[in-house]
């Protein structure tokens, strides 16, 4: 474990990348973030804790902010459905408790972003054909993934391969190969090819497991509760694209 991320640091180094505290905040650099794409609709940043948000969230938010968009973030306590209407994409930290989120977001019409693993289930936004009641733990430390060169280039933004993810070892989030529904794109895969999908589409109309149609543009990205800080810029990159392409729909 300890190998693995000293190499990832050496590789970074190598190629002349700096090592920031937080990749993706306006202080750590990590690029310009999402094309902009100004518009009547909002981004709704879901969290559990508005007035504490960890160091990924703030990076998130900051990011998120240079969208164009009006940025509201919202306690998952009490959230409705309603909230969403009119928005033009949702953004779901694994901070949410999945379930008093419930399935609340599935008939969102807008882009639902997320990585609270537990929200694919069959009941939740359905994404994959799983209950939980088998246990949850789609999870593991690693720092690579693998780029699919057949998903579209939109979406992998024109990587390919085995991939640093992050500037070191820690937890990436899946979903269980067998269960994703077969209308899933996956982009990007856990560690090698092959491996558990982190990084999979579903576009509005989509079959889901339920058997209904995705209300709109689905992207699942397999980061932890406080892991977009350890992303690498190959990994703001994918970021950047799954956000562009979620908010496209």
């Known amino acids: 474990m300890t190998n693995r991320a000293s190499r990832s640091r050496v590789l970074l180094l190598a190629l002349g990348l700096a090592i920031p505290a937080c990749t993706g905040c306006e202080s750590g650099g990590g690029g310009a973030g999402p094309d902009p794409s100004p518009g009547a609709g909002f981004v709704l940043f879901l969290v559990g804790d508005p007035g504490h948000l960890n160091v990924s969230e703030q990076g998130i938010r900051d990011r998120l902010g240079r969208l164009g968009h009006e940025l509201r973030i919202r306690d998952d306590d009490g959230f409705s459905t309603s909230d969403a209407d009119g928005c033009s ?19 969102v019409g807008c882009g639902v972003f997320f990585w609270e693993d537990n929200q694919q ?122 956000v562009a392409w979620a908010l496209g729909g």
């Open 121 to 242: 289930k069959f009941d939740m936004l359905a994404t994959i054909d799983n209950d939980g009641s088998g246990g949850t733990a789609w999870h593991a430390a690693e720092d690579d993934v693998f780029v699919r060169g057949d998903a579209p280039t939109e979406l992998r933004a024109d990587l390919a391969g085995e991939r640093l993810f992050y500037i070191e070892l820690d937890e990436i989030t899946w979903a269980p190969r067998g269960d994703l529904i077969p209308d899933a794109t996956v982009v990007a895969e856990f560690g090698e090819a092959g491996g558990q999908p982190v990084y999979y589409v579903l576009d509005a109309g989509d079959r889901l497991a339920d058997g209904s149609d995705a209300a709109g543009r689905r992207v699942y990205f397999g980061l932890y509760d406080d892991t977009f800080r350890l992303l690498t810029p190959e990994g703001l990159s994918l970021f950047d694209a799954a």
């Open 89 to 107: 994409l949702v953004v779901m930290s694994k901070t949410v408790t999945s379930t008093t989120i419930g399935d609340r977001l599935k008939p």
